[in-house]
C-alpha cells in the first residue's frame, strides 16, 4: 500500500479553509475560533480499553460532528490509522501508553517509519513532565484566543516543533473536557512542524521513577504510606458498591438498559477488592517499572478510570426510583465516590511532595510551572501577559525543603489576584517572568537587597510577576506593605489577607524578595529569587 503523507489535502466542507481559522482579531471569540478549528477535522482513539475508548468518544464526537473512530485493538489501528491517513481523514490522534499487543509508543513509533506524523495527545497512567502539565493548564485556563496561540508557540518551542501533549485518564475521567481542550490545542499546532523521528523517540520514552538511590527510611515511608491509602480506598470502595446495590434495588431500570447496567456494575465491583494486593510487604518488594505498572492499574482503564465510566453509564440509564428521595440517593452516592477519588489521588501526591522532603538535595523549579500548576486549583485562570512576554525561563535552584514555602507565596499572591477580578467583566490575572542580573535590576531596594546578602552584579535572579487588572488595594494595606509594618485582615478588605504570610514564605526562599505596585487599575505582585543557591543555604 502506498501512503500519501498525513498532510495531504483534506476535503473539507464549501467555504472551509484547510489549516488553523486565521486569527483575524485579537478579541476573536475562544468558543468559535475553537469550533472554526474542528471543521471538517478528523480524530482517532486507540486504548485497549473499551471503556476508556467509550469515554474519548463521548468527549470527541460531538464537538467534531461525528468525525471520528477509535480501535481497542493496537495492531490493527496501525492500518486503520494510515488508511485514514492517505485518504486525508486524520488530523489528531488520542492514544494510549501501555497496551498489550503494541504500546503507544510503539505506534506511534512505527505510523513514523510509514511518513504518517500526526499531532497526539498522549491518555495514560503516570504524572507526565511538570513542562507539559503547565502547558495543560495555560491551555485550560485561556481567556482568549490570544493566550491560546501563545501556549501553544511555547509548546512547540519546548518539543523542538513535535505537536503533542500528555494528559492522566484519571483526570480526564472526572474532567472530559481536558480532553477536548487537549485535541484542539493540537489542531492549533498546525499539524507536525518537524518529521523528526528522534524527537519522536525522546517525546514517547517512559519515564520511570528511581526509588532505588532513595534512603532507606525515605524508601520505608513511601510504601508504607502508598500502603495506608490504598488500604483506605479499598474500604471506601467496598462501602460504596454495598450502598450503590441498596440504593439499585430500590430503583426500576428500563427494558433495554438491563443488561447493560448489570454490566456496568459488575465491572465496578470487579475492583479493589483484595486487600493483599496493597499490602506493604507486597508494595516495598517492587522496582520502579513494577511500581509504574500498579499506579496505572489503581488509577488508569483497569482501576479508577473503569469505574467513572461505569457510574456515569448508570447515571445515564434513565433509572426511576420507588420513592422520592431515591434519585437524590443515588446522585449522593456518585458525588461522595468521585469527591473521595479525587482526594485519594490528592493523597498520593502528598506522598510524592514527602518523598522529595525526605530525600532532601536541591531541585531546578520553573517559577512559570509552579504559577501555571497552582493556579488551576484555585479556580484562577492564569494567562500570559502577551504584551510583556518574554523568552526568559526564570528557573531557580531550590532547597527542596522549601518547597512549600515556594508554594505558599505563589498560592496567596494568586488567590488575591482572583478575587480582584471576580465578577468583573474583562477581568484578567496574567504573568511575566523576567530574569535579570544583580546590576540589571531596575527596583534599586530590590538590588541593595540582594547586593546585602552577597550576590554579586553579574549573578543571576529570577522573577515572576502576577498581575490584575482589579480595582487595586486599599491604601492602608499598601502602606502597612511598604512600612514593613503589620498588615490587618480587617479594614482591609479581602485583598490585605495573607501578604504578611506571603512576603514571610517568600523571604525563605533563595533569600527572596516581594514587590507590591497597586492602583486603580490593578495591582502587580513580583517575586524575586536568587537563581543560583549560596553554599549556606543548600544544607
Given at each position: 500500500m502506498t501512503h500519501k503523507p498525513v498532510n495531504a489535502p483534506v476535503v473539507l466542507p464549501a467555504g472551509v479553509a484547510a489549516g488553523p481559522p486565521a486569527l483575524k482579531a485579537p478579541g476573536e471569540d475562544l468558543a468559535?475560533?475553537?469550533?472554526?478549528?474542528?471543521?471538517?477535522?478528523?480524530?482517532?482513539?486507540?486504548?485497549?480499553?473499551?471503556?476508556?475508548?467509550?469515554?474519548?468518544?463521548?468527549?470527541?464526537?460531538?464537538?467534531?460532528?461525528?468525525?471520528?473512530?477509535?480501535?481497542?485493538?493496537?495492531?490493527?489501528?496501525?492500518?486503520?490509522?494510515?488508511?485514514?491517513?492517505?485518504?486525508?481523514?486524520?488530523?489528531?490522534?488520542?492514544?494510549?501508553?501501555?497496551?498489550?499487543?503494541?504500546?503507544?509508543?510503539e505506534l506511534l513509533l512505527n505510523l513514523a517509519k510509514r511518513g504518517v506524523y500526526v499531532p497526539f495527545v498522549i491518555v495514560s497512567g503516570g504524572q507526565g513532565s511538570d513542562e507539559t502539565r503547565a502547558f495543560m493548564s495555560q491551555v485550560s485556563g485561556a481567556g482568549n484566543v490570544r493566550d491560546l496561540q501563545a501556549a501553544v508557540d511555547r509548546r512547540l518551542k519546548q518539543t523542538g516543533g513535535l505537536a503533542f501533549t500528555y494528559l492522566r485518564k484519571e483526570d480526564v475521567a472526572l474532567r472530559p473536557e481536558l480532553l477536548l481542550d487537549a485535541v484542539d490545542a493540537?489542531?492549533?499546532?498546525?499539524?507536525?512542524?518537524?518529521?523528526?523521528?528522534?524527537?519522536?523517540?525522546?517525546?514517547?520514552?517512559?519515564?520511570?521513577?528511581d526509588f532505588k538511590s532513595l534512603p532507606k527510611d525515605a524508601r520505608e515511608r513511601l510504601f508504607a504510606s502508598m500502603s495506608d491509602a490504598c488500604l483506605n480506598w479499598v474500604a471506601l470502595h467496598g462501602r460504596f458498591l454495598k450502598d450503590l446495590d441498596e440504593t439499585l434495588a430500590t430503583a426500576t431500570v428500563p427494558a433495554g438498559k438491563v443488561e447493560s447496567v448489570k454490566r456496568a456494575r459488575d465491572k465496578i465491583s470487579w475492583r479493589f477488592q483484595?486487600?493483599?494486593?496493597?499490602?506493604?510487604?507486597?508494595?516495598?518488594?517492587?522496582?520502579?517499572?513494577?511500581?509504574?505498572?500498579?499506579?496505572?492499574?489503581?488509577?488508569?482503564?483497569?482501576?479508577?478510570?473503569?469505574?467513572?465510566?461505569n457510574i456515569e453509564l448508570i447515571r445515564l440509564a434513565g433509572l426511576t426510583f420507588q420513592d422520592k428521595g431515591g434519585a437524590e440517593r443515588m446522585h449522593a452516592l456518585f458525588e461522595g465516590y468521585t469527591t473521595a477519588a479525587m482526594m485519594f489521588k490528592d493523597r498520593f501526591g502528598f506522598i510524592q511532595q514527602d518523598l522529595k522532603l525526605a530525600a532532601g538535595?536541591?531541585?531546578?523549579?520553573?517559577?512559570?510551572?509552579?504559577?501555571?500548576?497552582?493556579?488551576?486549583?484555585?479556580?484562577?485562570?492564569?494567562?500570559?501577559?502577551?504584551?510583556?512576554?518574554?523568552?526568559?525561563?526564570?528557573?531557580?535552584?531550590?532547597?527542596?525543603?522549601?518547597?512549600?514555602?515556594?508554594?505558599?507565596?505563589?498560592?496567596?499572591?494568586?488567590?488575591?489576584?482572583?478575587?480582584?477580578?471576580?465578577?468583573?467583566?474583562?477581568?484578567?490575572?496574567?504573568?511575566?517572568?523576567?530574569?535579570?542580573?544583580?546590576?540589571?535590576?531596575?527596583?534599586?531596594?530590590?538590588?541593595?537587597?540582594?547586593?546585602?546578602?552577597?550576590?554579586?552584579?553579574?549573578?543571576?535572579?529570577?522573577?515572576?510577576?502576577?498581575?490584575?487588572?482589579?480595582?487595586?488595594?486599599?491604601?492602608?494595606?499598601?502602606?502597612?506593605?511598604?512600612?514593613?509594618?503589620?498588615?490587618?485582615?480587617?479594614?482591609?478588605?479581602?485583598?490585605?489577607?495573607?501578604?504578611?504570610?506571603?512576603?514571610?514564605?517568600?523571604?525563605?526562599?533563595?533569600?527572596?524578595?516581594?514587590?507590591?505596585?497597586?492602583?486603580?487599575?490593578?495591582?502587580?505582585?513580583?517575586?524575586?529569587?536568587?537563581?543560583?543557591?549560596?553554599?549556606?543555604?543548600?544544607?
Open positions: 468559535s475560533f475553537r469550533e472554526k478549528l474542528r471543521l471538517g477535522r478528523h480524530f482517532f482513539v486507540v486504548d485497549d480499553s473499551r471503556d476508556a475508548c467509550d469515554m474519548h468518544m463521548r468527549a470527541l464526537s460531538g464537538p467534531f460532528g461525528g468525525r471520528g473512530g477509535f480501535e481497542t485493538d493496537s495492531r490493527k489501528a496501525l492500518d486503520s490509522i494510515a488508511q485514514r491517513a492517505s485518504k486525508g481523514e486524520l488530523d489528531v490522534l488520542v492514544v494510549d501508553m501501555d497496551m498489550p499487543d503494541l504500546s503507544g509508543r493540537m489542531l492549533l499546532a498546525g499539524g507536525r512542524k518537524a518529521e523528526n523521528l528522534d524527537l519522536l523517540v525522546r517525546a514517547t520514552k517512559p519515564e520511570m521513577p483484595d486487600p493483599d494486593e496493597y499490602s506493604y510487604d507486597k508494595l516495598v518488594k517492587m522496582d520502579a517499572r513494577e511500581l509504574g505498572d500498579f499506579e496505572h492499574d489503581l488509577f488508569g482503564s483497569q482501576g479508577v478510570t473503569t469505574v467513572f465510566n538535595g536541591l531541585e531546578a523549579v520553573d517559577l512559570r510551572v509552579a504559577a501555571t500548576m497552582t493556579a488551576p486549583d484555585l479556580g484562577v485562570k492564569l494567562g500570559y501577559d502577551i504584551a510583556n512576554d518574554r523568552a526568559d525561563v526564570p528557573t531557580i535552584e531550590i532547597n527542596k525543603k522549601e518547597l512549600g514555602s515556594l508554594e505558599i507565596s505563589l498560592k496567596q499572591a494568586l488567590v488575591n489576584a482572583g478575587r480582584a477580578v471576580e465578577g468583573k467583566s474583562g477581568g484578567k490575572v496574567s504573568m511575566v517572568p523576567g530574569v535579570s542580573t544583580v546590576d540589571g535590576l531596575q527596583d534599586a531596594g530590590v538590588k541593595a537587597h540582594f547586593r546585602n546578602r552577597g550576590y554579586g552584579e553579574g549573578e543571576n535572579i529570577a522573577s515572576l510577576t502576577i498581575k490584575d487588572n482589579g480595582p487595586g488595594m486599599p491604601a492602608a494595606v499598601l502602606e502597612a506593605w511598604h512600612s514593613g509594618g503589620e498588615i490587618h485582615r480587617g479594614g482591609g478588605g479581602e485583598k490585605s489577607q495573607g501578604l504578611g504570610l506571603m512576603r514571610e514564605s517568600a523571604g525563605s526562599v533563595n533569600d527572596g524578595r516581594v514587590v507590591i505596585e497597586s492602583s486603580p487599575d490593578g495591582t502587580a505582585v513580583t517575586f524575586y529569587f536568587a537563581e543560583k543557591l549560596k553554599d549556606r543555604q543548600k544544607s
